[in-house]
């Protein structure tokens, strides 16, 4: 069995989730390493989120240049959505994954989070990037201020970029349960998704209401699902299709997993979806 991690930097939570993993045989530095993308070569930045916030219409425009599918109020709000999801997967998820394997990690900074130019083969590739540097914080201070920093975050994605609560929260919510996600086919379900909504619950905001970590079982699997009360309206988009946590199919989900019997029209939830 692996050894839980002895690293005296990392805080309490990270301390458990190092314990969880360590029963179940997982080592969480490689666990961790693992989910870590390898970083991209540097990339050109149309502009921060900083000059997002403060002038939401640089966002709508870019979508607008970069998208000709995304004509129409309903298409410029769905890859808006998307984009945002992208940001708290893109940008959220690595510096917690980090926070867990290091004890310390840079906070999300608006000046230092770019937006890149649109991938002109798929749609799906990775836009928001946070450039390296910044001061490394421990958990206390991580969880309180990216709390509070995605509560400040809100009410521009919410009223001048019209995406949903629910598609922001529980996309905040995946970034800040990354860690978790990283095993969800790979530890003790039931202690796997208490400590993952503990940890949510710790965050001043409100994404620990708007993702539900439940026991699951895939086939003969037994696993842990971060189910979402929000869709992020990916569907809607043409290289689209429904992520295996879709809020559309959460109700015909949950009955599903009730009985046991695996359903296969949302799909099968990977990490990072």
């Known amino acids: ?36 993308q390898a970083s991209a070569d540097a990339r050109p930045g149309l502009f921060s989120l900083a000059q997002c916030l403060e002038q939401p219409s640089l966002l709508a425009r870019q979508v607008a240049t970069d998208y000709p599918d995304s004509a129409g109020p309903r298409a410029l709000r769905a890859f808006l959505s998307v984009l945002q999801q992208d940001l708290a997967l893109s940008v959220i998820a690595p510096l917690t994954l980090r926070l867990f394997r290091d004890g310390q990690t840079p906070l999300p900074d608006a000046n230092r989070i770019f937006l890149a130019p649109a991938n002109k083969q798929t749609q799906a590739a990775s836009r928001w990037f ?20 995605t509560v400040e975050w809100y009410p521009v994605f919410r009223r001048q970029l019209g995406v949903s609560p629910g598609a922001y929260w529980s996309s905040m919510g995946l970034g800040l349960g990354a860690p978790f996600s990283a095993v969800w086919n790979r530890a003790e379900p039931q202690a796997l998704c208490q400590l993952a909504q503990g ?72 990490p990072g979806r």
């Open 199 to 270: 940890w949510l619950e710790q965050f001043q905001n409100d994404a620990h209401h708007f993702i539900d970590w439940i026991p699951a079982v895939f086939g003969k699997q037994a696993a842990a699902l971060p189910q979402r009360k929000g869709c992020c309206l990916k569907y809607l988009l043409p290289e689209g299709g429904y992520c295996g946590t879709c809020g559309v199919h959460r109700k015909e989900r949950l009955a599903a997993l009730m009985s046991q019997e695996r359903t296969t029209t949302p799909g099968q939830w990977q």
């Open 130 to 149: 946070q450039v390296p540097g910044g001061d490394q914080v421990d958990e206390e201070t991580f969880v309180r201020s990216a709390g509070e920093m």
């Open 1 to 36: 069995m692996a050894e839980p991690d002895r690293n005296p930097a990392v805080g309490p939570w990270a301390r458990e989730y190092s314990l969880l993993l360590s029963q179940s045989g997982l080592d969480g530095e490689s666990v961790v390493n693992e989910a870590l």
